[in-house]
């Protein structure tokens, strides 16, 4: 049977190649997709997973700072000093901000934080290093790059100049970049308005952190209080419900325009070859041979199209990161493993199709 699907393909070599290109291009584009989508959920999260802390104190309503936004008055970090049972809190300010150079301009996410205090900064200054006083910014590597700004230029952000002095590490969430400059500075680019975004409080030990929260959500007016873990799931879920459908719908159409091409094109095949079919049902093939002689044919081509739709992905990426730096794939070995069982699951569903045709040969035409 083997020797026979393969004879098939080989039959019309044009259109085989046809037929793997199409699943080779749909395996290659889930792949992608799926990887940055993975890219863009660890990249978003990862600069509160870096600030780990007990507790995340934000603006009333406000759950996350992935499509969110909130506005604390900076004084309430006073509230929160004067609370028992508090070992340290740090306060942000974020904001988006243009940054621009002579040759071009982009948006951040611009980050202010107190470098006195133990979080809030980047993750990772992989070039140059942190922030040591006002006028001075670290930027996003990725953005860095995007722009060709390196660690000594100067950049400005709401007409201010502001000396590059680091480039950092996970701090891409793929559609925009995170920066960081002083909280003061912060401060002054937003109107010079004394506000903070979120107060990030690591309790003492000796304090349960349930009624370390109550206490803080009495003290502070109108705010929100999260643990370090509910505050991780919210935004989670916030990046999730942007992104996640658009990825389930492109890869929904794939696999549809994927069934359609493969059940064309196998039944073109079966018509071409009517005579052959005929003459195999005459010679005593049993039920099942023509049948699995077609899903043979279908596994083969995903096969060879999933093969080369893998072996096109590193490449591939590496020619779009030239254009876009700011682009992270992720892939893991699971989501890599649901990409092959889809897409063969599709090519053999393609392949139940182009079975129907089978049922109007018979054995008689072989002799006309």
């Known amino acids: 049977m083997i020797r026979c699907a393969w004879k098939y393909l080989r039959f019309r070599p044009s259109r085989s190649l046809l037929i793997i290109s199409s699943v080779a291009l749909c395996t290659l584009l889930m792949t992608f997709l799926i990887s940055v989508y993975r890219g863009v959920s660890d990249g978003t999260l990862d600069y509160i997973l870096q600030n780990r802390c007990d507790l995340w104190v934000l603006q009333e309503n406000a759950t996350n700072i992935v499509r969110g936004s909130s506005i604390l008055p900076a004084r309430q970090g006073n509230v929160l000093s004067q609370l028992p049972g508090i070992d340290s809190f740090s306060p942000i300010l974020l904001s ?191 039920a099942g041979f023509l049948p699995g002689l077609i899903l043979l044919v279908a596994s083969l081509v995903a096969s060879a199209g999933i093969a080369a739709g893998l072996l096109l992905f590193a490449p591939v990426t590496s020619l779009i990161r030239l254009i876009a730096p700011e682009l992270r794939t992720v892939t893991t070995l699971f989501e890599l493993a649901l990409v092959i069982a889809t897409v063969a699951a599709t090519c053999l569903l393609s392949g139940l199709f182009p079975m129907q045709k089978l049922r109007t040969i018979y054995p008689a035409e072989t002799f006309q």
Not at 145 to 151: E, G, L, M
Not at 202 to 219: F, H, M, Q
């Open 96 to 286: 988006l901000s243009v940054v621009q150079t002579p040759a071009s301009e982009g948006t951040v996410y611009l980050v202010g934080y107190d470098r006195r205090k133990p979080q809030g900064g980047p993750p990772r200054v992989v070039t140059g290093r942190a922030i040591e006083k006002d006028y001075e910014i670290v930027l996003d590597n990725c953005f860095a790059a995007k722009h060709r700004i390196v660690p000594g230029d100067t950049v400005i952000c709401n007409r201010q100049k502001l000396n590059v002095v680091g480039l950092s590490e996970g701090t891409n969430a793929f559609v925009i970049q995170y920066a960081f400059v002083t909280l003061t500075m912060a401060q002054r680019l937003v109107g010079d308005l004394k506000i903070v975004s979120a107060l990030l409080v690591n309790a003492d030990e000796t304090v349960p952190i349930r009624k370390l929260s109550n206490e803080i959500a009495g003290r502070i007016r109108k705010s929100s209080v999260f643990t370090h873990e509910q505050f991780v799931a919210a935004n989670r879920r916030e990046m999730q419900s942007g992104f996640l459908p658009f990825i389930i719908a492109v890869c929904v159409i794939s696999v549809v325009v994927l069934v359609i091409i493969l059940s064309s094109l196998l039944s073109l095949m079966i018509m071409e070859r009517r005579a052959d079919f005929a003459v195999m049902k005459t010679l005593g093939a049993s």
